[in-house]
T-cell receptor, first 116, second 111 residues
Framework: DVKVTQSSRYLVKRTGEKVFLECVQDMDHENMFWYRQDPGLGLRLIYFSYDVKMKEKGDIPEGYSVSREKKERFSLILESASTNQTSMYLC???????????????FGDGTRLSIL | DAKTTQPTSMDCAEGRAANLPCNHSTISGNEYVYWYRQIHSQGPQYIIH???NNETNEMASLIITEDRKSSTLILPHATLRDTAVYYC????????????FGKGTSLLVTP
């Protein structure tokens, strides 16, 4: 079974702090993703990566950056945390497959981040 | 990606089959149908996907109508642990990587 592990289930940080969210997958997947999920807004893509050191902006990249130094690890960084970044953060991974996006994404259990 | 329509909520008795419908009348020929579910306070879980043919795996079966305008996810013997929000998504291959979850169907499995 695919295992996507997020480093923390719950995290509380203060406004202005630099926050790191870590994600590790054990299936040698090329693609990795960071989403945030908010009530009424559904899932929104922040960034994704299709290879080591490669990254692409998603729909809401402002205030975030990412790092992918190793294939299995994808980090999300909040450069200067703000209260509007309080959310559930979800990491996912997938293999490209024959069609670029017809392979399913497998998700971690999420990190519920609160910025005070 | 094609729009999908799902009922807001459904109930199912434990041990019975849960049949979750999804309408996707604007689906195009190269769009896949995916099902995910999300149990409260957990990340979404992939269940199954298909293009034209019916599919079955250890979790569920996916029945796609011949005209592909609707599909049904079948959980053959629902358990209390199947209580979750179920999302039907249709996606064009090579359309980009973001998954767009709609509101889904909230399935309640009762004893």
């Amino acid at each position: 079974d695919v295992k996507v592990t997020q480093s923390s289930r719950y995290l509380v940080k203060r406004t202005g702090e630099k926050v790191f969210l870590e994600c590790v997958q054990d299936m040698d997947h090329e693609n990795m993703f960071w989403y945030r999920q908010d009530p009424g807004l559904g899932l929104r893509l922040i960034y994704f990566s299709y290879d080591v050191k490669m990254k692409e902006k998603g729909d809401i990249p402002e205030g975030y950056s990412v790092s992918r130094e190793k294939k299995e690890r994808f980090s999300l960084i909040l450069e200067s945390a703000s209260t509007n970044q309080t959310s559930m953060y979800l990491c996912a991974s997938s293999t490209p497959g024959a069609g670029v996006s017809n392979q399913p994404q497998h998700f971690g259990d999420g990190t519920r981040l609160s910025i005070l | 990606d094609a729009k999908t329509t799902q009922p807001t909520s459904m109930d199912c008795a434990e041990g019975r089959a849960a049949n979750l419908p999804c309408n996707h009348s604007t689906i195009s020929g190269n769009e896949y149908v995916y099902w995910y579910r999300q149990i409260h306070s957990q990340g979404p879980q992939y269940i199954i996907h298909g293009l034209k043919n019916n599919e079955t795996n250890e979790m569920a079966s996916l029945i796609i109508t011949e005209d592909r305008k609707s599909s049904t996810l079948i959980l053959p013997h629902a358990t209390l642990r199947d209580t979750a929000v179920y999302y039907c998504i249709v996606r064009v291959a090579n359309s980009g990587y973001a998954l767009n979850f709609g509101k889904g169907t909230s399935l309640l499995v009762t004893p």
